[in-house]
């Protein structure tokens, strides 16, 4: 490929990955939506209906590992129409499901189908476009989830309202596996095997990394608040203004849609701020998950339902999220050149299993006995500790990337390598 344009048919890659990783997200929130139906016809708890969203985010943070490592070694392109067909089939299943444990079944068949496709599509798109555009084009495909939430949210919400939940966790299943079968007409590239794995060097490297350590706990605690957000909160504006299920659901997305916002902002402010002083990349974060445990408490804990506690949910979920892209940055900057996608692969395990997988259950173990609406209150507190790791990993971050640059300063950064498949042309 040439080194200073996309290949001919990037954007037709860019567009199809684009939509299944809106899909990809949309199938994991639809369910959220149908919680009420749920809830009255199943009588499930709270801790029940968190744990059909944490069943699922704990599978993707198990099978993501050794499933990359599967795709590292076959054909992307037909790794990805496979996986999009597996977490489409399982969606549908969802919808046919006779009890609660068929249900959970489906869920963890939808979790192993999506376990490996944000390493696969990052893969594929690096190898389609330049160097010099794989920032840009790498953070539009991982910004596409935040939108799949929103339109999970709404859809399902609108469709279980009308034609009941089984419907509503269904309703992707055709354009995901549409989606998945054109994916096959794109052209493929080879894969380049690393010579060993490096995800074990990689783990230690970023635990013994002080910077590292503390803006992966930093994201970690930040995803619990925001897992939470996004899992229950239609359902306290069901019950808070007395919404139905649609009109909860499309509330909910206006306010989540605030976190793509959040994402984008963050991480410019970041890294303009970060010319002056490489720290501010952990210090801006640490500042806005200030914001959203004081956002957000306020919101759940002291404000009364009305305009207010709206204003303060919606600047919650934008500076809920605005620590991925600078987290991110850290992770692969404070490690040697050739682990930076072990490195990548490592953050997205811990966010899933600490984070996404816990902030669900938790927040619905604890409204079983404190009430919703306070447990929303009380778990938006982590972001102070998450504002205490964010800046404690700020303190060495300089130093830890000056020393991870001087251990490569021979290797060119952004030029092909064959011992990276994930930097090399195809």
């Given at each position: 490929m040439?080194?200073?344009?996309?290949a001919?048919?990037?954007g037709r890659t860019?567009?199809?990955l684009?939509?299944l990783?809106v899909v990809d997200l949309?199938d994991?929130?639809?369910l959220?939506?149908?919680?009420?139906?749920l809830r009255?016809?199943?009588?499930l708890?709270d801790?029940?209906?968190?744990?059909l969203?944490?069943v699922?985010?704990?599978t993707?943070a198990?099978a993501?590992?050794?499933?990359?490592a599967?795709?590292d070694?076959r054909?992307r392109v037909?790794?990805?129409?496979l996986?999009?067909?597996?977490?489409?089939v399982a969606a549908?299943a969802?919808?046919?499901?006779?009890?609660?444990g068929?249900l959970?079944?489906?869920?963890?068949?939808v979790?192993?189908?999506?376990?490996g496709?944000?390493?696969?599509?990052?893969?594929?798109?690096?190898?389609a476009?330049?160097?010099?555009?794989?920032a840009?084009v790498l953070?539009?495909?991982?910004?596409?989830?935040?939108?799949g939430?929103?339109?999970?949210t709404a859809?399902?919400g609108?469709v279980a309202?009308?034609w009941g939940?089984?419907?509503?966790v269904?309703?992707?299943?055709?354009?995901?596996?549409l989606?998945?079968?054109?994916?096959?007409r794109l052209?493929?590239?080879p894969t380049?095997?690393?010579e060993r794995?490096?995800?074990?060097?990689?783990?230690?490297?970023?635990l013994?990394?002080?910077?590292?350590?503390g803006?992966i706990?930093?994201?970690?605690l930040?995803?619990?608040?925001a897992s939470?957000?996004?899992?229950w909160l239609?359902s306290?504006?069901g019950?808070a203004y007395?919404?139905?299920g649609a009109a909860?659901?499309?509330?909910?997305?206006?306010?989540?849609?605030a976190?793509?916002a959040?994402?984008v902002a963050?991480a410019?402010v970041?890294d303009r701020?970060?010319?002056r002083?490489p720290?501010?990349?952990?210090?801006?974060p640490a500042?806005?998950?200030?914001?959203t445990?004081?956002?957000?408490g306020?919101g759940?804990g002291?404000a009364p339902?009305?305009?207010?506690?709206?204003?303060?949910?919606?600047?919650g979920a934008?500076?809920t999220?605005?620590a991925?892209?600078p987290?991110?940055?850290?992770?692969?900057?404070v490690?040697?050149?050739?682990?930076?996608?072990?490195?990548?692969a490592?953050l997205?395990v811990a966010?899933?299993?600490l984070?996404?997988?816990?902030?669900?259950v938790?927040t619905g173990?604890?409204?079983?006995?404190?009430?919703?609406?306070t447990?929303l209150?009380a778990?938006s507190l982590?972001g102070?500790?998450a504002?205490a790791?964010l800046?404690?990993g700020?303190?060495s971050?300089?130093?830890d990337r000056?020393?991870?640059a001087?251990?490569a300063e021979?290797?060119?950064?952004d030029?092909p390598?064959?011992?990276?498949p994930?930097?090399?042309d195809?």
């Open positions: 040439d080194d200073d344009a996309p001919p048919h990037a860019l567009a199809l684009l939509a990783m949309a994991r929130q639809v959220v939506a149908a919680f009420p139906q009255a016809e199943w009588g708890t801790t029940e209906l968190g744990a969203v944490s699922l985010t704990l993707v198990l993501a590992m050794p499933v990359a599967w795709v070694r054909s037909r790794a990805i129409a996986m999009g067909t597996v977490w489409s549908a969802s919808g046919w499901a006779q009890g609660y068929q959970l079944a489906a869920r963890v068949g979790g192993a189908g999506q376990a496709y944000g390493p696969a599509g990052a893969a594929l798109l690096a190898t476009f330049p160097a010099r555009h794989r840009t953070g539009a495909f991982y910004a596409a989830g935040p939108l939430v929103v339109l999970g859809l399902g609108v309202a009308t939940w089984r419907w509503a269904g309703v992707l299943a055709v354009p995901g596996l989606l998945a079968l054109a994916v096959l052209p493929d590239h380049v095997r690393p794995s490096r995800t074990r060097p990689a783990a230690v490297a970023l013994r990394t002080p910077s590292a350590a803006a706990a930093g994201a970690v930040l995803l619990v608040v939470a957000l996004y899992t239609p306290h504006l019950v007395g919404l139905g909860a659901g499309a509330l909910a997305a206006g306010v989540l849609l976190g793509v959040g994402t963050g410019l970041a701020l970060a010319r002083d720290r501010y990349r952990l210090l801006v500042v806005t998950a200030t914001a445990a004081l956002l957000l306020l759940f002291v339902p009305g305009v207010l506690q709206l204003a303060l949910l919606l600047a934008a500076t999220t605005a991925v892209g987290v991110a940055a850290v992770v692969v900057d490690v040697h050149i050739g682990q930076r996608a072990s490195a990548a490592v997205v966010q899933n299993l984070g996404l997988t816990i902030g669900p938790l173990a604890l409204a079983d006995r404190i009430g919703l609406t447990a209150a778990v982590l102070l500790v504002a790791s800046w404690s700020a303190r971050y300089p130093r000056a020393a991870a001087a251990a021979t290797v060119p950064d030029g390598r064959p011992a990276d994930v930097l090399r195809g």
